[in-house]
């Protein structure tokens, strides 16, 4: 199971791919759900990463997505917008893969 990083700023991309993750950088929410429903179809993706200011610009498609979807996860990740007031990139996986404290 590979992880996919979908985003809309150089920083993000930069910084996940030195960290292994591949991904695309789009322009547009559009061509976002383009890619996301693309890789959605390759089986050894198991979770799409979208940074948060482009998955603002979604609406409801995420949530339609994980309606549509079990595999693979659909989550949102911390770009140079910042994280929200507490929050951590480490509470963002646990979310993410669905491990509570």
Known sequence: MRLYLVCDDDDTE???RLAGVEGTRVHSA???RAVILEKA???E???ILVNRSLMKE???FPSEFRSEY???VLTEVPDTSGLPSGGSVARYVRDAVGIRE
Request: proline share 6%; aromatic share 0%.
């Open 45 to 47: 993706i198991g979770v």
């Open 70 to 72: 079990n595999m693979p």
């Open 41 to 43: 179809r390759q089986e």
């Open 14 to 16: 930069v910084g996940l």
């Open 30 to 32: 559009e061509e976002a």
């Open 58 to 60: 979604l609406g409801d």
